[in-house]
């Protein structure tokens, strides 16, 4: 008991900045799915085929290498970022390329005559997503985009490696000063647990309501 | 208000429009028919630039449908369209499918546009169903929402694409009577169809098309009666009872 009262202030601290890190990644990268899965879905030329580069880089390689190219290789470039920025931009390229792919997958999946339909009313590309094509396709959306965020939050603990320390780090460095390893690192456990175990849920249960959903379509 | 002139439109290889030319006037209602793979559905899809087209020209209500410089929306807003397969929006109600152009394109205050969109569906015989949603009506009821949310821009034409060729046989008729009455009340209608008893009540002119050209253009009397082309007569051997 008495070391979890040692840990606990250390731990928050930690915890602080996953969590920025966490809802920084989430919401950008969300930004970045949406926008790049109209882009892919559309086609957009350019555009489109250079994220298609960038998502395929992203899946074939370790996360951690994109880290350490944003924040080892950029200032060759003259692109200097900080250890925060360079794991906040690295978790928005990694979980934004797969988002992209989540949303585009979404949008596809939309019956055609949907966008005919939308299109013969005159509305604009932009009303179109908003008003018929995206309500429709957030039911195939929203279930892995949940699994992806769990993703996302695990993936943050890569990022202690550019030496930031969020709350793996912290732990890892609690232990090395000799505080009680089983203990430390059971509350960091606990502590993404209790922030991924609700998505992974609310995950399943939105896939199990799709799929009824889609049954009876 | 429409002018199809030497349109040619190709997917890949395949020739599916071939100098095709006709015009439609003000308040007159064309049928226009042939075997399936004609390219019946292509023309009409290509008079608001569903589809693009890759020689000619297609002009409504003077408006250049396929120059780069218009912008096609100009022209959607004027043109409505009615799909064999409906597609009305499933997560909208009638009323909301209705009023969605309006609003958004048309940028009509809410109240007004659902004004508008329940006497349409007084008239298409559903104001009942203003608040249920598409998948809780029938094929017959979906595919007058449908007419009515086109109607709801207040377009000047209206395209059907087979609008009663996914319908059971008993909802055909409650289809067909809201464009019969559409079209008793002047508006320009192009109907892709094979309901030759629609055809001969309220079509001005039929078209037959086939293998992407037009090759009979006649009012009704004449083209049920005295074809003058061979192809024409056996599309029509085919089709009616004889
Ligand atoms: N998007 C497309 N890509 C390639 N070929 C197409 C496409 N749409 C139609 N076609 C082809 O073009 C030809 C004309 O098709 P279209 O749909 O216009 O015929 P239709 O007269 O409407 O036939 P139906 O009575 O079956 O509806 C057909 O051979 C069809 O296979
Ligand atoms: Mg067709």
């Given at each position: 008991?008495?070391?979890?009262?040692?840990?606990?202030?250390?731990?928050?601290?930690?915890?602080?900045?996953?969590?920025?890190?966490?809802?920084?990644?989430?919401?950008?990268?969300?930004?970045?799915?949406?926008?790049?899965?109209?882009?892919?879905?559309?086609?957009?030329?350019?555009?489109?085929?250079?994220?298609?580069?960038?998502?395929?880089?992203?899946?074939?390689?370790?996360?951690?290498?994109?880290?350490?190219?944003?924040?080892?290789?950029?200032?060759?470039?003259?692109?200097?970022?900080?250890?925060?920025?360079?794991?906040?931009?690295?978790?928005?390229?990694?979980?934004?390329?797969?988002?992209?792919?989540?949303?585009?997958?979404?949008?596809?999946?939309?019956?055609?005559?949907?966008?005919?339909?939308?299109?013969?009313?005159?509305?604009?590309?932009?009303?179109?997503?908003?008003?018929?094509?995206?309500?429709?396709?957030?039911?195939?959306?929203?279930?892995?985009?949940?699994?992806?965020?769990?993703?996302?939050?695990?993936?943050?603990?890569?990022?202690?490696?550019?030496?930031?320390?969020?709350?793996?780090?912290?732990?890892?460095?609690?232990?090395?000063?000799?505080?009680?390893?089983?203990?430390?690192?059971?509350?960091?456990?606990?502590?993404?647990?209790?922030?991924?175990?609700?998505?992974?849920?609310?995950?399943?249960?939105?896939?199990?309501?799709?799929?009824?959903?889609?049954?009876?379509? | 208000?429409?002018?199809?002139?030497?349109?040619?439109?190709?997917?890949?290889?395949?020739?599916?429009?071939?100098?095709?030319?006709?015009?439609?006037?003000?308040?007159?209602?064309?049928?226009?028919?042939?075997?399936?793979?004609s390219g019946k559905s292509?023309?009409?899809?290509?008079?608001?630039?569903?589809?693009?087209?890759?020689?000619?020209?297609?002009?409504?209500?003077?408006?250049?449908?396929?120059?780069?410089?218009?912008?096609?929306?100009?022209?959607?807003?004027?043109?409505?369209?009615?799909?064999?397969?409906?597609?009305?929006?499933?997560?909208?109600?009638?009323?909301?499918?209705?009023?969605?152009?309006p609003r958004e394109v048309?940028?009509?205050?809410?109240?007004?546009?659902?004004?508008?969109?329940?006497?349409?569906?007084?008239?298409?015989?559903?104001?009942?169903?203003?608040?249920?949603?598409?998948a809780s009506l029938s094929?017959?009821?979906?595919?007058?929402?449908?007419?009515?949310?086109?109607?709801?821009?207040?377009?000047?034409?209206?395209?059907?694409?087979?609008?009663?060729?996914?319908?059971?046989?008993?909802?055909?008729?409650?289809?067909?009577?809201?464009?019969?009455?559409?079209?008793?009340?002047?508006?320009?209608?192009?109907?892709?169809?094979?309901?030759?008893?629609?055809?001969?009540?309220?079509?001005?002119?039929?078209?037959?098309?086939?293998?992407?050209?037009?090759?009979?253009?006649?009012?009704?009397?004449?083209?049920?009666?005295?074809?003058?082309?061979?192809?024409?007569?056996?599309?029509?051997?085919?089709?009616?009872?004889?």
């Amino acid at each position: 008991m008495e070391v979890v009262l040692r840990v606990t202030p250390h731990l928050i601290q930690g915890i602080y900045l996953t969590l920025y890190l966490s809802i920084a990644g989430m919401v950008l990268s969300l930004l970045v799915g949406f926008i790049g899965g109209m882009i892919r879905s559309a086609r957009v030329p350019l555009l489109s085929a250079l994220w298609g580069v960038h998502v395929a880089f992203v899946r074939g390689t370790p996360f951690l290498l994109l880290i350490f190219i944003i924040y080892y290789v950029l200032p060759a470039f003259g692109l200097r970022l900080g250890a925060q920025s360079s794991g906040v931009l690295g978790l928005v390229l990694h979980e934004g390329a797969y988002m992209t792919e989540i949303v585009k997958g979404g949008i596809d999946a939309v019956d055609r005559g949907q966008d005919e339909a939308a299109k013969a009313l005159g509305l604009t590309y932009m009303q179109k997503m908003r008003h018929v094509i995206l309500p429709q396709a957030i039911r195939l959306i929203l279930p892995p985009l949940a699994g992806q965020f769990v993703l996302l939050v695990k993936a943050t603990s890569v990022v202690s490696l550019i030496g930031i320390t969020e709350v793996t780090r912290v732990g890892q460095q609690l232990t090395q000063r000799g505080e009680h390893t089983f203990v430390t690192f059971g509350m960091v456990a606990l502590f993404y647990f209790l922030i991924c175990y609700p998505l992974v849920r609310f995950s399943d249960q939105m896939e199990r309501k799709f799929s009824k959903w889609l049954e009876t379509a | 208000m429409i002018t199809v002139t030497k349109v040619n439109k190709w997917f890949g290889k395949l020739h599916v429009l071939k100098d095709v030319s006709f015009n439609v006037a003000k308040g007159e209602v064309i049928v226009i028919c042939g075997v399936s793979g004609s390219g019946k559905s292509t023309l009409i899809r290509c008079i608001n630039g569903l589809e693009k087209i890759q020689g000619g020209t297609i002009t409504v209500d003077s408006m250049n449908v396929h120059d780069p410089k218009t912008d096609i929306n100009l022209v959607r807003k004027e043109v409505g369209m009615v799909f064999q397969s409906f597609n009305l929006f499933p997560h909208m109600t009638a009323l909301e499918n209705l009023t969605l152009g309006p609003r958004e394109v048309r940028k009509m205050p809410k109240s007004q546009a659902d004004q508008i969109g329940l006497e349409l569906l007084a008239r298409v015989g559903l104001a009942d169903k203003a608040h249920s949603y598409p998948a809780s009506l029938s094929g017959g009821q979906q595919q007058r929402v449908a007419i009515a949310r086109a109607l709801a821009m207040q377009p000047k034409v209206m395209l059907f694409d087979e609008p009663t060729s996914a319908l059971d046989p008993e909802m055909i008729k409650e289809v067909l009577d809201v464009m019969i009455q559409l079209a008793d009340d002047g508006m320009t209608m192009l109907v892709v169809t094979h309901e030759m008893g629609f055809a001969r009540k309220v079509a001005h002119r039929i078209i037959f098309i086939d293998g992407g050209t037009i090759v009979e253009e006649a009012p009704p009397d004449a083209f049920f009666t005295e074809p003058t082309q061979e192809r024409t007569k056996r599309f029509l051997e085919q089709i009616l009872p004889v």
